[in-house]
């Protein structure tokens, strides 16, 4: 009997712990849009992992910050298999990777806004997305393969059952892959707005995927902005620098979250990230005072580098930053075992919507998400009763090309930072969505699409499902804020699924 054949669409965290725990038993591949080493946001992390593994800290106080972070709309079953089971694994973990440790041999838990305790676990700092990457890059080496620069472009479908994924590669050529289990992790879409802390590939493609092959997506209204993008640079400063003791300041170095929330600067991203805007908007910059951290680049090596890349003189104690759009709360609708509601097709990670992190998520809880997440969706699918009969040849079609007219995507970022923002109101996601139908409805059959025109498309798509599900949600709650609410807060899902859609759109 042949080993099962799982497909994994993605290269970051939780796309390695689920290769990582499969692989002795069945036949691994991944395929990612850009170059496996570094093409994700994983890598990019500065913040740590939260685990309540410090002393006096527990999971259940873990689980009463991510519940009130997340302005009580999350899953509560997520929430506690999430804060009670990373207890255990990154326990476990720890012994495996580069743990900041203090001088008393200990783990040096991090603080950041929103937890009461500190209970963040660093490596290297501010470089633990580089540290845990390398870690499970190590694991899958050899052991899977991989397969670079191929944009996933669409579900194959059989008897209402994913058995496949179609890709196109750089020469635009689809190439149809056929496999027991396909598994999205694309990660987010922050590549949808203009300003962002994530990858340029990083830009919804999953949701999009899913959402054509008729599955249901959940709550893409709520988008995180972090507080603190470097301004005139690239990169992000991490909350741990706030977590320190660093302060948010105008041009003049006065602090004003006081006059925004009791917690200051240590407030839920949503609430620093709009309280920075505010100020914005009055014509103050921001700045982050560091002057308060002590040995400052050793603490923060990847910031430090980041200032000097772009002629930032961190040594002067203010760095200036401005928000940007980060993380993405909803997505694919899954089970807390990872399954979507297509059977053969699962997802996890940024790209997956159990409901843990509700309206806003808690600082340092995504690598948690994935690894956590990550390992219940392989253990479903080391023990899923499949009928592994033979599987179809592997296939390639060259795309029929013909001109289509597409926006420029600097055009659609542009908008989307504009319209659907930290602050929305009706007329302007109204007219959003209406710009939007306008490309989707001309859209033809993605094989009369070259890889770019697939990868807009993609964006678009996905662009049009944060702008619904926000004109849907017509109070403001957690990350998502209506400047005309109408009400006090629903804690109604929004859910969209293609049969829904469609006669909107077509």
């Known amino acids: ?52 593994l410090g002393p006096g800290d527990n999971w259940q106080q873990h689980y009463q910050d991510t519940i009130k972070a997340g302005r009580n709309y999350n899953d509560k079953s997520a929430v506690e298999f999430l804060t009670k089971e990373g207890i255990r694994q990154i326990h476990e973990l720890s012994g495996h990777l580069p743990v900041d440790k203090n001088f008393q041999g200990n783990i040096d838990f991090g603080k950041e806004g929103a937890h009461k305790h500190r209970r963040i676990v660093h490596l290297g700092g501010d470089q633990t997305g580089i540290h845990l990457m390398a870690y499970y890059q190590n694991i899958v080496r050899g052991n899977i393969q991989v397969i670079e620069n191929q944009t996933a472009v669409e579900c194959i479908k059989e008897n209402k059952q994913c058995v496949g ?31 962002t ?3 340029y590939t ?41 977590g320190e003791g660093a302060i948010l300041v105008d041009q003049r170095r ?37 002057n308060r951290i002590n040995r400052f680049s050793e603490r923060f090596p990847q910031i430090t580098a ?32 990872g399954e979507t509601s297509i059977p053969g097709l699962y997802a996890v990670g940024e790209t997956a919507c159990t409901g843990v992190h509700g309206a806003n998520r808690l600082a340092s809880n995504s690598l948690l998400e994935a690894i956590v997440f990550g390992n219940r969706l392989a253990s479903k699918l080391q023990f899923h009763s499949s009928n592994l009969g033979p599987l179809p040849a592997k296939a390639s079609i060259k795309a029929v090309e013909r001109d289509h007219k597409l926006p420029d995507i600097s055009i659609l970022q542009r908008k989307m930072k504009i319209n659907v923002g930290m602050e929305r109101n009706e007329k302007q996601l ?37 702008t619904t599900s926000a004109l849907h949600r017509n109070s403001s709650i957690g990350a998502h ?26």
């Open 254 to 290: 006065k602090p004003f979250m006081s006059s925004y929330h009791e917690d200051e600067d240590l407030a839920p991203r949503d609430i620093v990230a709009r309280a920075m805007f505010s100020e914005e908007r009055k014509g103050n910059d921001v700045f982050l005072n560091i």
């Open 165 to 195: 994924i179609v890709t196109i590669d750089q020469r635009d050529h689809f190439h149809f892959h056929f496999a027991d289990h396909i598994v999205l992790a694309t990660g987010g879409c922050g590549g949808l707005y203009e300003f």
């Open 1 to 52: 009997m042949r080993k099962q054949k799982v497909i994994i669409i993605g290269s970051g965290i939780a796309a390695h712990v689920v290769a990582s725990k499969l692989f002795p038993a069945s036949d691994v591949i991944m395929i990612t849009k850009g170059r496996y080493a570094d093409h994700n946001n994983s890598i990019k992390a500065q913040g740590g992992i939260a685990a309540a």
């Open 430 to 466: 109204t007219e959003m969505k209406g710009w939007l139908e306008s490309y989707i409805k001309e859209l033809p059959d993605v094989r009369n699409l070259t890889r770019n025109q697939i990868e807009v498309s993609h964006m678009l798509r996905t662009a049009w499902l944060i």
């Open 306 to 337: 980041l200032c000097e890349k772009s002629h930032i003189d961190w040594k002067k104690g203010f760095i200036p930053v401005t928000p940007c759009a980060h993380f993405m709360m909803g997505g694919i609708k899954v089970t807390l075992d």
């Open 481 to 506: 804020y209506r400047e005309d609410s109408a009400g006090p807060p629903s804690m109604n899902p929004v859910e969209l699924h293609r049969r829904e859609i469609k006669e909107a759109i077509h």
């Open 202 to 242: 990083v830009t919804g493609d999953g949701i999009s995927i899913a959402y054509n092959a008729g599955a249901v997506i959940k709550d893409m209204e709520f988008i995180q902005f972090h507080p603190t993008m470097l301004k005139g640079g690239t990169g992000l400063i991490s909350e741990a620098v706030r």
């Open 197 to 199: 802390s994530n990858h």
